[in-house]
């Protein structure tokens, strides 16, 4: 019984009790859920619009909500500042920013289209947890004050930079910290920093010019109780796997992803589904095994699908997700078949699509393309659009959901969109 509740402490992902805020990328449930109905349907530039502040300089993170505050990772001056911006949830002032310099020895890579800073923080209301690549991971208190930093973890060093967001649970930080050739999965006690367990993946190459293997994952893990015991699945280059929460211990391996991952495993009665972009393949695999389940639990495989860089979400055994190229697809989890593929603007360069679903209570999808456009659709076995909003602006970053409210980073400014 003790050994029963202290596992619930020290893994308990933020959930149901902070239904109203939103705590980490994906959401307190990491898959992009909320518990909130009756969210936005319509907004404009002018329309339904609380309020909205300015940005020093564009950005691909993704807000995350905590009580009164609003936080969002912001790189300045060519990334050499890189910043957490805390701003107030009702009126939108800019109530404080911490951050570091960061002068690397050798130019960091990234891509044109993919500032640094681009991971989305984490809090738990005590604490505000952010990763800024090679810079390191940084924790501050809830006005700014820095706790505890961790700035011996290595470079990262890959052509398209990284994108991976720092996962709460219970008593811990989990981190895919990566890609490139130093790539390794950590759990940091989130109360001091201390590295409690870490693995080592492959990493792969790095893409630059006479090095063109392009390989790696800017996956983020799932945490997930799958029959008796927890599970922190994660999507790696060539494989999906899981491991021991407490202790990082491999419990089970399956072979089917393709070199280039993007987006974040999901999971749902007893089925994780993983998916690879870049045109890779996409799987879903029976929870629970021991050692290489490839042949016994991968429960079907495609081995080409369409180019994704978001994340997806499931609903009534259906999963959803959007393409590159601002398409959205309804799959059923438990067999693969693709239910429909429906464009939901476009074609063109701005119908271009980067960002990750979101799921209200009431089984409504929100998603934002990269011409400013936010879309709301029925999630379902048919297709369904409930309206198109623009907001003038590229977005690349996802949707945050708190307190019936939509908080939306685009390139310029910071939206909070619905009821004043």
């Known amino acids: 019984m003790k050994r029963t509740l202290s596992l619930f402490l020290a893994l308990c992902p933020l959930f149901p009790a902070f239904a109203d805020n939103w705590p980490m990328w994906r959401g307190a449930n990491g898959d992009g859920t909320c518990s909130e109905s009756k969210l936005p349907e319509k907004w404009g530039?002018?329309?339904?619009?609380?309020?909205?502040?300015?940005?020093?300089?564009?950005?691909?993170?993704?807000?995350?909500?905590?009580?009164?505050?609003?936080?969002?990772?912001?790189a300045i001056e060519g990334g050499e500042k890189r910043l957490l911006l805390c701003f107030d949830?009702?009126?939108?002032?800019?109530?404080?920013?911490?951050?570091?310099?960061?002068?690397?020895?050798?130019?960091?890579?990234?891509?044109?289209?993919?500032?640094?800073?681009?991971?989305?923080?984490?809090?738990?209301?005590?604490?505000?947890?952010?990763?800024?690549?090679?810079?390191?991971?940084?924790?501050?208190?809830m006005n700014g004050k820095e706790l505890w930093k961790r700035t011996d973890l290595g470079k990262l060093h890959h052509i398209w930079g990284c994108g991976t967001s720092p996962v709460l649970a219970g008593d811990r930080v989990?981190?895919?910290?990566?890609?490139?050739?130093?790539?390794?999965?950590?759990?940091?006690?989130?109360?001091?920093?201390k590295t409690l367990w870490e693995h080592k993946e492959p990493g792969g190459a790095s893409g630059e010019a006479g090095n063109k293997t392009w390989t790696g994952s800017w996956s983020d893990p799932l945490l997930r109780k799958t029959g008796s015991r927890y599970e922190l699945l994660m999507s790696y280059a060539g494989r999906a796997c899981a491991f021991d929460p407490l202790s990082g211990k491999e419990l089970w391996t399956c072979g089917g992803l393709t070199p280039l991952v993007y987006n974040s495993p999901l999971y749902t009665d007893g089925l994780a589904i993983f998916m690879s972009g870049y045109g890779g393949s996409a799987m879903a695999v029976k929870t629970g095994g021991s050692g290489d389940v490839t042949e016994k639990n991968r429960v079907w495989h495609e081995p080409r699908v369409a180019q994704r860089i978001g994340s997806g979400v499931i609903h009534d055994g259906n999963h959803y997700?959007?393409?590159?190229?601002?398409?959205?697809?309804c799959r059923d989890v438990k067999t693969g078949k693709l239910l429909y593929n429906e464009r939901l603007k476009g074609p063109g360069p701005t119908a271009k699509n980067w960002s990750s679903l979101v799921l209200s209570a009431d089984g409504k999808c929100y998603a934002a393309n990269q011409g400013g456009d936010c879309f709301v659709f029925k999630a379902g076995p048919v297709f369904e659009l409930i309206s198109t909003n623009s907001l003038g602006e590229l977005i690349i970053g996802s949707i945050a959901v708190s307190d019936g409210q939509l908080f939306i980073r685009g390139y310029k400014n910071l939206w909070c969109i619905g009821k004043q």
Not at 50 to 70: E, F, H, I, M
Not at 174 to 193: H, I, R, S
Not at 321 to 329: P, Y
């Open 174 to 193: 989990f981190l895919n910290f990566g890609p490139g050739e130093n790539t390794v999965l950590y759990a940091f006690d989130k109360k001091t920093g």
């Open 45 to 74: 530039m002018e329309e339904n619009v609380a309020w909205k502040v300015a940005l020093p300089d564009r950005g691909n993170s993704t807000p995350v909500v905590w009580g009164d505050k609003v936080f969002v990772t912001q």
């Open 321 to 329: 997700i959007l393409t590159d190229g601002g398409i959205v697809e």
């Open 89 to 141: 949830k009702k009126t939108g002032k800019q109530l404080w920013d911490a951050g570091t310099i960061y002068i690397p020895k050798a130019v960091e890579l990234t891509h044109a289209t993919n500032p640094h800073c681009s991971a989305s923080p984490a809090t738990d209301g005590e604490r505000v947890i952010v990763f800024h690549a090679s810079a390191g991971v940084f924790c501050y208190d």
